[in-house]
């Protein structure tokens, strides 16, 4: 079964600053990555997800993440984070394998401070 | 519908009784998937539906909890003689299918007492 690791619970990143969370999964065929965003009160939505092709996906709100199959990674960036983008980020796996959910990690929570 | 609609969005129930939670996916939607959110835990994966089948149930907790989905719709989650560790928010999403993007509903807030 596929699983999702985000070894960070929570950041704390300056406005303007770089951001980048990380996002480590586990499946045995060709990964679907997903990044989604929570803010307060609000629902899940999509910010930006791989399937193939260019390992390098642009997303809503200037993130991007990165596809490393050697590493198992899927790591969201931003160049200049924003007060707005402070939430709580998720990363999901799905897969090509007929029946595979859709698996999230336990999030993390970003605050962004002036 | 415009998007995925759960009801009731509140439930307090008291210990020892069952409830429901219902969940109308976007139509057209194959895929249909339910999570459970508390505090610290992220979505925690309960189970998901191809279609009115369910390919994956390995998240379900514990045998008080069940859920079916009709007519590759509407499904219901129904949580039997609740402790107050099922408290929590329970989300619904769907999909098109497995490769696109799922859509979540505002869930619903379950409380036991």
């Known amino acids: ?23 480590n999964y586990s499946y045995g065929a060709t990964p679907y990555l997903f990044w989604y965003v929570q803010s307060p009160g609000q629902g899940l939505q999509l910010l930006l997800k791989y399937f193939s092709g260019d390992t390098l996906v642009q997303g809503i709100k200037g993130f991007e993440a ?3 199959r050697s590493q198992s990674s899927f790591n969201l960036r931003k160049p200049s984070v924003h007060w707005s983008d402070a939430a709580e980020y998720f990363c999901a796996v799905g897969g090509e394998q007929a029946g595979t959910a859709l698996i999230f990690g336990k999030g993390t929570t970003l605050s962004v401070s002036s | 519908g415009a998007g995925v609609s759960q009801s009731p969005s509140n439930k307090v129930t008291e210990k020892g009784k069952d409830v429901e939670l219902r969940c109308d996916p976007i139509s057209g939607h194959t895929a249909l998937y339910w999570y459970r959110q508390s505090l610290g835990q992220g979505l925690e994966f309960l189970i998901y539906f191809q279609g009115n089948s369910a390919p994956d149930k390995s998240g379900l907790p514990s045998d008080r909890f069940s859920a079916e989905r009709t007519g590759g719709s509407v499904s ?8 107050q560790e099922d408290s929590a928010v329970y989300l619904c999403a769907s999909s098109f299918s497995t490769d696109t993007e799922a859509f979540f509903g505002q869930g619903t807030r379950l409380t036991v007492v």
């Open chain 1, 1 to 23: 079964a596929q699983s999702v690791t985000q070894p960070d619970i929570h950041i704390t990143v300056s406005e303007g600053a770089s951001l980048e969370l990380r996002c």
């Open chain 1, 66 to 68: 990165e596809f490393k």
């Open chain 2, 76 to 83: 219901t989650l129904t949580i039997q003689r609740t402790q």
